[in-house]
């Protein structure tokens, strides 16, 4: 078999694998319409019943699309951000914004109500704008105590210390205003429960853009893993692409952690669930996690809505210990004479 | 003439029906985020997500328009039997959506709000947190209720405190108090609602005012402020004498510590009606414990 036979048929594969994906999302989706706190009887009656049509158009559908976007951005985002540090356990929240989106939403708690001028301000712009800001500031800031994109190991680190240090000073907003801890408390656990179809656009067109413009730079993601100094005497514009890679891994992530609060496990498993089915380049990686990504989510939070209905469970706890009980899986089959991850 | 007669009466009192109407029917309100609300009748379907709102519904007897509520809502006991939505935090915006309701409770910091909103269901975000934000919270509740003995049910709560207040012993006045909210330990100081109750009992919260009013605390700082007494909840308490230096301050050794049962605690914690009852209990223990 020659090489070029080989990446064919793993392209085949790659294309099945989307497929299969795709299929999946669809299933789970028309399943979504039909889970919640009323079940299936919404379903039933939304012809006739007004009431029963906005419970299945306005708020099952777009929060069911909502899940599957923001899983496919953080899929996105985690497969970015593993191919441009070369490392396994790199996650969308890497950079920091995980953090930076909590200080963000935490100071804005803890400052409104303190005057109206605040709580007015707060009121027009939102938790969610207060957490985009957050998680874009704590990128920048990583990069500019990394200085810049080119050191992989000073960018990881700075990552590292920005969330910490974010961290801490969100514990310590939470220490001087301890009425806002269970608001705090309601944006951690995360959940797609507040999706509307005007977030659920968003979503859906930052996924697109970010996911047209990884594609195109996919190939340089492939020179990348081969070593920097092999990447650059082939000659590719490394500088320029990882900056327009961390972009985008700022964009996604801080686009789903504002409109989802922190889902955990998705960025870090999704990529790896691909790579345990399919050996491919990162273009078709990075759209596959993705993919995995949306399904993971998507699923969890059918699974949320319908476990201890009419109440429901925190999204991101689901995606935890499913995304997690999954990987661990995956991890122990390495171990057996088959082989895995 | 006659005919004409009639018609003009007819016509007064069709404009006095319509002017009736008019009055009873809109009716308008700025809730504590500032978002204004217009409710073209008082609402007869409301879903309550926090039990102080609750509580204060049922107070002025308007228990049988609630059509749901959130976990945390225990009292009275008959809305245990309504359908819950969720907690406050995490509400299931569509369970409220499915109950129909023409009015949603909610905190301030209802993340559910906007959405609700945004499905075109009527929401007022009131938050009570300390004794005027009960009055005001209870008059407004009156107004959308239409309940004509909203300052008159506050005048009552405020006249029980006061009468409970009085009856205590003078022996009790001045005593030193800490309030312990919670193991962290958090401690309810002087600007909270419980420090207005423990200040109008007449006893010395040890937590002062400026530091906000539920601020977590060095535990060195109550070993040195060395309270008379002690309230906490049962959950709280245990463990409380094994806290490194915690043994020796008075209130521990000579057991002069209010446990309160997790009801009693509910009561406690709520800026709400109960505020009369809590301040009962407060008193009780305090006239126990102060010989």
Redesign the interface.
């Known amino acids: 078999m020659t090489m070029h036979s080989r990446s064919g048929s793993q392209q085949h594969r790659a294309i099945l694998v989307a497929l299969a994906l795709l299929a999946v999302s669809a299933v789970l989706l028309v399943l979504a319409m039909g889970v ?3 079940g299936f009887e ?1 379903v039933r009656q939304a012809w006739a019943d007004p ?2 049509q ?2 299945v158009w ?3 559908a777009p929060r069911s699309l909502g899940a599957w976007f923001a899983g496919a951005l953080l899929g996105l985002a985690g497969a970015v951000a593993q191919g441009l540090f070369r490392n396994p356990l790199a996650d969308p929240y890497l950079l920091g914004s995980a953090s930076g989106a909590s200080l963000g939403v935490a100071l804005a ?1 803890a400052v409104a ?1 303190s005057t ?1 001028f605040a ?2 301000w707060l ?1 027009r712009l ?2 969610t704008s207060a957490a985009f800001a957050g998680a874009v500031a704590s990128v920048l800031l990583t990069l500019t105590l990394a200085q810049g994109v080119q050191h992989t190991l000073r960018l990881l680190l700075a990552g590292v210390v920005v969330g910490v240090v974010l961290g801490a000073l969100g514990q310590l907003v939470l ?6 801890m ?2 705090m ?3 951690l ?1 995360g ?1 797609t ?2 999706v ?1 179809w005007s977030a659920c656009l968003l979503m859906g067109a930052v996924w697109v853009l970010c996911a047209v413009v990884v594609w195109g730079l996919g190939h340089v993601l492939d020179g990348l893993s081969l070593g920097e100094a092999t990447a650059s005497s082939l000659g590719l514009p490394l500088p320029q692409v990882r900056a327009v890679l961390v972009a985008a891994l700022a964009l996604a992530t801080g686009t789903a952690v504002a409109q989802t609060g922190l889902i955990a496990f998705v960025g870090l498993a999704a990529p790896h669930l691909v790579r345990s089915v399919v050996k491919t380049t990162h273009r078709y990686l990075i759209v596959l996690s993705s993919l995995m990504g949306a399904v993971l989510l998507l699923a969890s939070d059918t699974l949320a ?1 319908w476990l201890i209905a ?3 469970l ?1 999204v991101g706890v689901l995606t935890a210990v499913l995304g997690g009980g999954y990987l661990l899986w995956l991890m122990h089959r390495r171990n057996s004479p088959r082989g895995g991850l | 003439m006659k005919l004409s007669l009639r018609r003009v009466s007819r016509v007064v009192a069709v404009c006095l029906l319509a002017g009736l109407a008019m009055t009873a029917s809109a009716i308008d309100l700025v809730d504590d ?3 204004k609300l217009h409710l073209a009748r008082s609402p007869q379907r409301i879903v309550s997500v926090l039990p102080s709102l609750t509580e204060m519904v049922c107070d002025l007897g308007q228990c049988p328009r609630l059509v749901g509520v959130d ?1 945390y809502s225990n009292f009275p006991e008959s809305v245990r039997r309504l ?4 907690g ?8 409220i ?2 109950l ?1 309701p023409d009015l949603v409770l909610v905190a ?2 209802s ?2 709000a ?2 609700l909103q ?2 075109g269901i009527p929401v007022a975000a009131l938050e009570p947190k300390n004794y005027a934000d009960v009055q005001r919270v209870l008059l407004a509740l009156g107004q959308v209720l239409e309940v004509p003995h909203a300052l008159q049910r506050w005048r009552t709560i405020d006249a029980s405190v006061q009468a409970i207040a009085l009856a205590l012993p003078p022996r009790v006045r001045g005593a030193s108090v800490y309030f312990e909210v919670n193991n962290a330990p ?1 401690a309810a100081s002087e600007s909270s609602f419980i420090g207005e109750t423990l200040a109008r009992l007449g006893v010395r919260n040890i937590v002062p005012g400026n530091l ?5 605390i060095n535990p060195e700082f109550v070993v040195r402020a060395d309270p008379d007494v002690i309230m906490v909840g049962d959950t709280t308490f245990a463990g409380m004498a094994h806290r490194p230096g915690w043994a020796g301050m008075r209130a521990i050794r000579g057991q002069r510590v209010c446990v309160y049962t997790p009801a009693q605690s509910d009561t406690m914690v709520r800026p709400g009606p109960r505020m009369a009852d809590a301040a009962a209990a407060m008193a009780r223990c305090l006239e126990q414990h102060i010989r």
Do not use: C, H, N, W
Request: no cysteine; glycine share 10%; proline share 12%.
């Open positions: 919640g706190s009323t919404s009431v029963a906005q419970i306005e708020i099952r708690l109500g109206p709580t007015e009121l939102g938790l220490m001087m205003r301890p009425e806002v269970l608001a408390q309601a944006f656990l959940t429960s507040f509307g809505r009419p109440q429901e925190p | 985020r500032g978002v976990r359908p819950q939505v969720g406050g935090l995490d509400p299931s915006v569509e369970a959506v499915a129909r301030t910091s993340p559910a906007d959405r945004a499905l958090y906000g009013p539920f601020p977590k």
